[in-house]
């Protein structure tokens, strides 16, 4: 049986991927083309992750899930705290990432290869993370969770739907105005629209 909770997850997980690894995309077409890059479009990106993703998918998952796997096996403490402690370093490098973005905005050339930099260090860490939680969280959930942990998970995690994932309509408009803002700019062929 697949638990909404875990199709949620997993769904979320791949639109933002999809979402990280638009961004070196656009920043590569842009330099082999000699251009500065869409400043907007990658703030928006930006914003969205550190919006949903860093400040909700997260906090779900530590202040709902983990107490959870916490309370029914000692085998995820160390897993769990090494995801609590990505989260918490997720949101202070996605705040980082935006200052290297300014930077880069705001004073030229000379910052792009600090920015690009940068983003692929991140995305290299968040993708590394969601694949952790992918590989060794998730299935210890399915072992070890019950039946009323999952129904009160379904429902928690049903309330707040991310519309990169497809969740349309989000709970929350303004997140799935801003979601149609970045796929209606970001150009083919690596629009997310």
């Known amino acids: 049986m ?21 961004i070196p995309l656009l920043l590569a077409h842009h330099r082999r083309e000699g ?5 907007e479009v990658l703030r928006a990106m930006l914003f969205y ?5 860093e400040k909700r998918h997260h906090r779900q998952e530590s202040e709902l899930l983990f107490p959870k796997l916490r309370a029914r096996t000692p085998l995820s403490r160390d897993l769990l705290d090494h995801l609590d402690a990505d ?10 990432l935006e200052h290297d973005l300014l930077a880069f905005e705001m004073l030229g050339e000379p910052r792009r290869a600090a920015f690009e930099e940068a983003v692929q260090r991140y995305i290299d860490f968040y993708l590394a993370h969601m694949a952790l939680e992918e590989r060794e969280m998730l299935p210890l959930a399915e072992r070890v969770l019950t039946p ?6 379904d429902e928690a995690f049903g309330h707040n739907r ?30 997310l629209g």
């Open 49 to 53: 992750i550190d919006e949903f993703p």
């Open 35 to 39: 251009t500065l890059p869409d400043f």
């Open 162 to 191: 991310d519309p990169l994932a497809g969740h349309a309509p989000a709970p929350e408009a303004d997140y799935q105005a801003l979601f149609s803002r970045i796929a209606r700019q970001v150009p083919a062929p690596w629009g």
């Open 148 to 153: 009323e942990d999952w129904a009160e998970l």
């Open 87 to 96: 989260h918490a370093r997720g949101e202070r490098r996605v705040r980082d």
């Open 2 to 22: 697949t638990h909404a909770t875990l199709r949620i997850l997993r769904e979320e997980h791949t639109a933002l991927a999809a979402m990280l690894r638009t």
